[in-house]
Nanobody, 127 residues
C-alpha cells in the first residue's frame, strides 16, 4: 500500500503562485502513475496533471502553461507548481496513485479510472 499526504495549499490572490506537495510512504518502490486531481465546490472532481512511470508529465488544457507536475524521487514527494492562479482554480487538491502501465497514465486520469490510493487533500483558494 501507499500512503499520501498533501500539503502546501492556501489562499492567494489571482495571479499568484502556490506549490502543493504530496509526500508518499509505504510501497513507494513500486512503479505508479501519480496524479493530481481537484474538486471545486459543486463541481465534479477533475484530473489536472499526471506523471507516468516513464517520466512523462501531462497537464490538462485548463492549466497548460501555468501548472507543472514534478517529483523528487529521493524525497518520495510529488509536486504541483501552480502559477498565474485564477479564481476558477480554487478547490480541494488531491494527489492519487495507481499501478498503471507506462504510457497509459494520462488516459486513465481523463477516463476517470478509480485510483486506489488517495490523500486527504489540501485546500486552494484564489480570490
Amino acid at each position: 500500500d501507499v500512503q499520501l499526504v498533501e500539503s502546501g495549499g492556501g489562499s492567494v490572490q489571482a495571479g499568484g503562485s502556490l506549490r502543493v506537495s504530496c509526500a508518499a510512504s509505504g510501497s513507494t518502490h513500486m512503479r505508479y502513475c501519480m496524479a493530481w486531481f481537484r474538486q471545486a465546490p459543486g463541481k465534479e472532481r477533475e484530473g489536472i496533471a499526471g506523471l507516468d512511470i516513464d517520466g512523462t508529465s501531462t497537464v490538462a488544457d485548463a492549466v497548460e502553461g501555468r501548472f507543472t507536475i514534478s517529483q523528487d524521487k529521493a524525497k518520495n514527494t510529488l509536486y504541483l507548481e501552480m502559477n498565474n492562479l485564477k479564481p476558477e482554480d480554487r478547490g480541494m487538491y488531491y494527489c492519487a496513485t495507481e499501478r498503471i502501465s507506462a504510457g497509459y497514465c494520462w488516459m486513465h486520469i481523463k477516463e476517470g479510472t478509480e485510483f486506489g490510493f488517495w490523500g486527504r487533500g489540501t485546500q486552494v483558494t484564489v480570490s
